[in-house]
């Protein structure tokens, strides 16, 4: 036993947590190996050559849309809002992984070989939209590849000898060593690995913790520890405290972030919604899993020590389970840091190789791919090297995350309108989304007092802003006219009860002023356009940069966005803000 | 909620994690083989 800040927990000796270290990266980089090329095949390193199976794509998207912080975040809600704080935190996350499936068919549909979606910004607006999308992917995967390491660095301190340091260390090496060579391929065969890991340690650990302390019979004598807010399934604090602001960001994220879009040019077409629909319950329910230990530890009056949140799960693990089961949880939180640090890695790599080297630098038809898997393989490097040394600056990641998911919502309404209306230009992207951010950053960090005149327009910013976020989210499955209603239907609903009091919730109105001022100016100078785009465009301006076979199965070039099986970009848009020219009227 | 529903509340998480391993474990062992079967890589 150990004592972490006056509370005793249970502690590996270094040499099982070196043995389980080596256990694990060792495993995977052994799993890695199974598929790695001498020659790989650069389109293959980005997106596994766009045919990749349902039993794959389902783990791979549920290990990358679960990370470490999932689960503490997770716990500390079930602790903190009671028995709805997980629901709060896990469902509306799964969710998002559901309703934004829709979007990825239609993404899917109109460039079915890209491999980022700051790619098919290129290929629909120019370069202004692309490096906008792009560059906040960079900034979103380097913060949470840095979060990951963070996690981990945390859990080895405090189940070892090991000190911090030495932690973000082995995991970042242990990360890299798998991932280096073979690139997104290797990321989602090892994810497979990962999620059996992950998923088989939650259900077994979380039922046995249950009965190791004491419930069902803890759930009568621990009652008087909880509030009648925490003891209800309908708290309104849980939802206000957890669940609307976390909506708001999360459809943002999934949006956003690359990690996603890659697995959604990576998977066969035809099995995109039985990807999403798995990943969604798969997510869903081990995230909320792991957070009934955080409702558990309330009944039980269980104090994390230091009053930390992140030693919940931690101590609670340490506490109840058997050195093996600790071993097993152990294994689960390095499984899901890594699986969603290995996805940042590739999403970092690709980025780089498809939309700064490919299209930026050597431009498409010029692109050598042994010149983009190096690009991809030193911006591995680099890139674990700065999160590595971010991590060491320790610095506020929920503040950082927080950031990033509103400048991602000031993209949502101009990049998923982008792949709908023909009328959206790229000065009306690229003009609505810097106005998003001028709004978003005084209301975020509070620059701008917000007890006046402007308190009001933040509120009313605010409410049209719950109405985009809900009108997109109906918009995908129902179409347009059910997402005015529902748009229109959530402003007036809302607005008696946040016009005058919404603006005091700094990071919610944050978020919601991104969506609605972006929305509103977009939509603006769009409008009146009279010239249309002609979406058939997209699948020939995107497509693989390099000849070889990209996987055994891939002979699929098949639906080549040339239609004759021929891979390689059709179109050379090499210029600047070019492709947005070919036009229909309408 | 009673003792009991509180019960199936933390639990039922556990084993609906254990459906959805059970899916996608099955889907990929079946892909591995068609793929073996095949002569092709996985991925």
Known sequence: MACVSGTETAQFSAVVVVGLLVFFYGGTFLISTRIGKKDENADGYMTGGNNIGFGISAASMTATWIWAASMYASATSGYTYGISGPIHYGLWGALMILFIYPFGKRIRSVAPKAHTLAEVMYARHGRS?????????????????????????????????????????????????YTLWSGFRASVLTDFVQVVAMLGAVAVIVPFIFFAAGFPAAFETGAENLTPQQGSFFSSEAFMGQGAPYIAAVLAYAIGNQTIAQRLFAVRQSLIKPTFVTATVGYGAMVIGVGMLGVLALYLGFEPSGGDMNNLIPEMASTYLPPVLLALFFIMIIGALSSTADSDLAALSS?????????????????????????GRVTMVVATALAVAFASLQLSILDLLVFVGALWGALVFPVLASFYWEKVTNRAFTVSVLAAL?????????????????????????????????????????????????GVLAVVVSAPFAIGSLHEYATLCGSLVAYSVSTVICWAMSVRRRDGFDFALIAQRTGDFDDGPATGTVAAGANGANGDGVPHQADGTGSDDAPEPATTTH | MTTFALSAY??????LVAVVLF???????REWAEARRNGEDLI
Do not use: E, H
Request: glycine share 12%; aromatic share 12%; net charge positive.
């Open chain 1, 129 to 177: 939209s692309q490096l906008m999308l792009a560059g906040s992917n960079i900034v979103g995967s380097l913060i949470s590849l840095m979060s990951n390491f963070i996690a981990g660095g945390v859990l080895i301190s405090l189940l070892s000898p090991f000190n911090f340091t030495q932690g973000v260390f082995a995991v970042a090496a242990g990360v890299l060593l």
């Open chain 1, 351 to 375: 980025i780089m190789m498809a939309d700064v080297y490919g299209q930026n630098v050597a431009g498409v038809k010029k692109a050598n791919p042994r010149t983009m898997l190096l690009v």
């Open chain 1, 438 to 486: 001028a709004v978003f950053l005084p209301v975020r960090f509070s620059w701008i007092p917000v007890d006046g005149v402007f308190g009001i327009v933040v509120d009313v910013l605010s409410v049209l802003g719950v109405g985009v976020v809900l009108g997109l989210m109906v918009f995908g499955f129902f179409g347009t006219r059910a997402a005015k209603i529902v």
């Open chain 2, 10 to 15: 933390v639990l039922v998480w556990p084993v």
């Open chain 2, 23 to 29: 899916v996608i474990s099955r889907a990929f062992f």
